[in-house]
């Protein structure tokens, strides 16, 4: 399966942010861990790229140091 585009990305991204805040980086690593157990490796992947977006959006808002 493709992973999502960087549009999807980006938007899943702004959703964990505004449900987890700060912690949106790990919530999402959490997802990816769960889903990789599961065997479920593309998901997993997805998941990564969404613990990173998330990350990197926290930056550009200054909520992350």
């Known amino acids: 399966m493709p992973l999502p585009s960087d549009i999807d990305l980006g938007r899943s991204a702004g959703i964990i942010v505004r449900q987890h805040g700060s912690q949106a ?3 999402a690593e959490d997802r990816a ?6 065997g479920d ?12 977006r998330c990350e990197a959006l926290l930056n550009e808002e200054g909520t992350r140091q």
């Open 41 to 52: 490796k593309d998901g997993a992947a997805a998941w990564r790229l969404i613990a990173q």
């Open 25 to 27: 980086p790990a919530a």
């Open 33 to 38: 861990k769960r889903l990789e157990q599961a």
